[in-house]
């Protein structure tokens, strides 16, 4: 009977602390609300809609942005109070009323690299056959924790766009040389999207920042084409009607993978809809897992399209503050500065105090995420479309952590090299062409040898 009992206590304490952690990650804030008319419901009667809640609650309802009316998307400033009275008064009308959450990037310190050359050679330790001419790579340990040297003799991303969808991102110099496509401010409802803050453009250069320029450091993906979408303000916070908005333009404009390094608690169909949009259309999303070193990720890494992003320190150890658990589903480096700048993540970036270019180390799940963005894009590069195999080959590719009961690596932590590998997998690459070349001399033979379908252009 008592260990009957104690095992009923200790099912009801696990199930108490999986609703607790599950509560915690549903939490959120909001000061507006978000109005999603149905689509087949007559203009003229979203209209009276409208006009009635305006003059009811004494409300002002507008379009998210100039991308709202396909979708009859509103928002209004409102409480919970009137959230609960707009859910019962258009309940026939809408497909749902719901908090527009706001998100943020998570809380991680930026230091600022003490170096005044950024050109010279003479800091470089690595292998010159394979490592990038950039003079501050050998300080980039996160690019050689992943395998990153191998996997470019194969792929550099070429003809993939990322959207960066974060607090804009502005061409610092190390960005000169990267492609960049054209994007769109959702904070202020505009076509520049440079950035305030800092972190997007941080991001940004851990996916793509220019490489072999002989001047900073390198990128994942250098040769792929950077969309960058501002949907968070200069403070860090953005709601998740814009965020949601901009997945969805990324998607109808041409993104082949979108890198999330934001998130809060609350849980929006809006956004929920819009990834699953965005996977429809063939594009990967990626998110970070949050840093709060909490028992399950934030959103919006846990919704079932995203793929969440735990962040491993410098010794391929979980990050102190990494969130870890449910919605965790591979980890890459984050770093940690904790202890000296040598352990964070080091890229090209704009101090948000003046806007002048500097070399910082951050850390976060924030880093983490563009790991994962820019391989997928090295694996999208190969010649891989569905974003369910991109994520399989991360997943079946991933250094698997036999001993991780609480799921802080998820499938494993990130690997470059056999990423690319699993995705080349019976293709005929570049290098095996230049390598046939090489050993049977430079005519082609006319045997029907093969019809080979290039992603390289």
């Not at 599950?22 to 999603?36: F, K, M, N, R």
């Not at 690019?143 to 969808?165: C, P, R």
């Not at 993978?257 to 934001?262: F, G, H, P, Q, T």
Request: hydrophobic residues 40%; proline residues 5%.
């Amino acid at each position: 009977m008592k260990r009957l009992l104690l095992t009923l206590l200790f099912c009801i304490g696990l199930g108490w602390a999986i609703a607790t952690f599950d509560g915690l990650a549903s939490q959120g804030t909001y000061d507006s609300i978000v109005l999603d008319f149905r689509e087949d419901i007559a203009p003229i009667k979203v209209e009276q809609q409208i006009d009635a809640i305006a003059k009811k609650y004494d409300l002002n309802p507008r379009f998210n942005s100039e991308f709202s009316a396909a979708d009859n998307v509103y928002i209004v400033s409102g409480d919970p109070a009137l959230l609960d009275r707009l859910r019962d008064d258009l309940r026939p009308y809408t497909e749902f009323v719901e908090p527009n959450y706001i998100y943020r990037i998570p809380e991680a310190p930026a230091i600022e690299l003490d170096s005044d050359d950024q050109t010279s050679t003479a800091d470089r330790t690595t292998d010159r056959t394979t490592a990038p001419n950039d003079p501050l790579y050998s300080k980039q340990w996160n690019l050689k924790a992943i395998g990153l040297e191998q996997a470019w003799l194969d792929t550099q991303g070429e003809g993939v766009t990322v959207a960066v969808i974060d607090t804009g991102v502005s061409r610092v110099p190390d960005l000169k040389e990267t492609a960049f496509t054209d994007g769109y401010n959702f904070v202020d409802d505009r076509a520049d999207a440079s950035d305030d803050n800092g972190h997007g453009t941080h991001v940004a250069g851990t996916i793509a920042q220019s490489t072999n320029n002989n001047y900073g450091v390198a990128g994942i993906a250098y040769k792929a084409t950077i969309m960058p979408l501002k949907v968070l303000g200069k403070g860090g916070g953005g709601t998740t009607a814009d965020i949601a908005e901009a997945i969805r333009f990324a998607a109808d404009h041409g993104a082949d993978v979108i890198n999330l390094s934001l998130g809060g608690g609350g849980e929006s169909q809006l956004l929920h809809e819009a990834i699953d949009y965005a996977h429809a259309q063939n594009v990967v999303v990626i998110a970070a897992a949050g840093n709060a070193n909490q028992n399950s990720a934030g959103y919006p890494a846990r919704y079932p399209r995203a793929i969440g992003v735990a962040a491993t320190d410098a010794l391929g150890e979980k990050a102190p503050y990494s969130n870890y658990g449910a919605g965790v589903d591979i980890a890459a480096p984050g770093g940690n500065t904790k202890a000296s700048p040598v352990g964070g993540i080091l890229q090209n970036t704009i101090d948000a105090r003046s806007g002048d270019s500097i070399f910082a180390a951050f850390q976060g799940t924030s880093m983490a995420a563009p790991h994962v963005a820019g391989v997928a894009a090295l694996i999208k590069a190969a010649g891989i479309e569905d974003p369910d195999e991109v994520r399989e080959i991360l997943f079946q590719s991933a250094s698997v952590v036999s001993d991780d009961p609480l799921n802080h690596f998820g499938a494993g932590k990130l690997d470059a090299t056999a990423a690319v590998k699993l995705a080349l997998q019976g293709k005929i690459t570049p290098r095996d062409f230049a390598q046939w070349l090489r050993d049977n001399g430079t005519s082609i033979p006319n045997s029907g040898l093969m019809a080979v379908s290039w992603r390289y252009r």
